[in-house]
């Protein structure tokens, strides 16, 4: 197997309240084959940040939680029991963790922790560093249909932000995955215009089996067709609650999953548009220390994330003309001051790690950004064939 050795740095100067200026580079890499091969490339390229990447984690969560992080994990894997559905449901991706390791010289431990994102924080009942909102606009008058994200993680993970290409084989189509070194993926789009966005659902019911949310993003990108991704979200056992923005070139998907159960949420606007944030607006299977957040009753109480839905709705409740322009605006927004889509990194709590829009139809594209749109420049990527 050719290793392709490509690594694009892509560099912006960034200033950082309460922090020292900083640059914040978003690296481009490429890889090509598939399970451990791919991982093994993957781990070698990216060696260095992943063992940052680790030490940064541990030393974050010993002093968030205040408790040695190498305690806590010993703690997390006996509760966490996800590798049989991982390899059961998605080998490949089994064995490309498996590569990782090999390849960054890391504990398998480790790199199984870095793709556990969601699942860690629902063993910590960590609700607050997760701040998320995703937007899918289906095709319509001969616009294309679009999927966006702003991808808000710990601030912890800044300066990590990785685009991965992964070239076509003759089981999976070409891909481009936002994620951060060590972690199979946090969202994308491949060659086909099928693409995934994501928001984390922590009122609702998890488990401690099922497959992770970074397994089930990385399954569904590299679907070949609609039948085979809609089947796949349906019917898998999710490990958490998650919500997943489903685009299939003009068509627009939106399921909230349970570990108990999948429900599709249907917007009652007239231009079909879908926007979400963090809390469910559809599913009811919820923890019952969240029951606040069901979605049959009234809100008595804004939190941060109805206050960002709010900002969504305003703006897209009644739209006509969406475009990537469109949404670069929106995806940009500070509309609620306290509570913004874009969220700068202030040394503590989360970010916007990364803001994405996907072209999805014939000619599928990725714009990107390393941090805030509001101070990242977008950069494009596309499957333009040799």
């Not at 049989?84 to 991706?93: A, G, R, V, Y």
């Not at 946090?186 to 089996?209: F, Y």
């Not at 999953?257 to 926007?275: D, E, F, K, L, M």
Request: hydrophobic share 35%.
């Amino acid at each position: 197997m050719k290793y392709i050795n490509f690594i694009l740095f892509l560099t912006i100067t960034i200033c950082c309240s309460g922090q020292e200026t900083k640059k914040r580079t978003l690296k481009v890499v490429a890889f090509e084959g598939a399970g451990f091969e791919l991982g093994v490339q993957h781990g070698k390229t990216l060696k260095t940040e992943i063992a940052a990447m680790i030490k940064t984690w541990k030393e974050s969560t010993s002093k968030v939680l205040e408790k040695d992080a190498n305690e806590i994990l010993i703690d997390f894997f006996e509760y966490a029991n996800f590798e049989k559905d991982i390899e059961e449901f998605t080998p490949d991706l089994y064995q490309e963790i498996k590569g990782i390791a090999e390849g960054s010289e890391q504990d398998f431990q480790n790199i199984l922790l870095l793709n556990l994102l969601d699942e860690f924080w629902v063993y910590v009942n960590n609700i607050n560093n997760h701040h998320c909102s995703s937007i899918g606009v289906p095709q319509k008058d001969g616009i294309p249909g679009y999927l966006s994200q702003n991808m808000d993680l710990e601030s912890f993970r800044d300066g990590y932000q990785v685009l991965m290409r992964i070239a076509a084989t003759d089981n999976n189509p070409e891909q481009l995955i936002l994620t951060y070194p060590g972690l199979v993926g946090l969202n994308g789009l491949n060659e086909h215009g099928i693409g995934v966005v994501v928001n984390t659902l922590m009122q609702l019911k998890a488990s401690s089996e099922g497959l992770p949310v970074a397994f089930v993003i990385r399954r569904l990108i590299g679907s070949r067709n609609k039948e085979e991704m809609l089947e796949f979200v349906k019917n898998v056992k999710h490990a958490s609650g998650q919500n997943y923005i489903l685009g299939i070139q003009g068509e627009i998907y939106d399921f909230e999953a349970s570990t108990n159960q999948v429900i599709r949420y249907i917007p009652q606007n007239s231009n079909g548009i879908v926007y979400h944030t963090n809390h469910p607006l559809i599913n009811d299977d919820l923890k019952p220390w969240f029951a606040k957040y069901n979605p049959n009753i009234p809100i008595n109480e804004k939190s941060n994330t109805h206050y960002r839905y709010d900002a969504l709705n305003s703006r897209f409740e009644t739209a006509t003309h969406v475009d990537d322009n469109f949404l670069i605006g929106v995806m940009s927004s500070k509309d609620y001051d306290e509570n913004p889509v874009c969220r700068t990194n202030k040394g503590a709590g989360s970010f916007t790690f990364s803001s994405v829009v996907m072209t999805l139809g014939e000619h599928p594209t990725l714009k990107i950004t390393a941090g805030p749109p509001d101070e990242s420049e977008f950069q494009t990527f596309d499957f333009k064939k040799e």
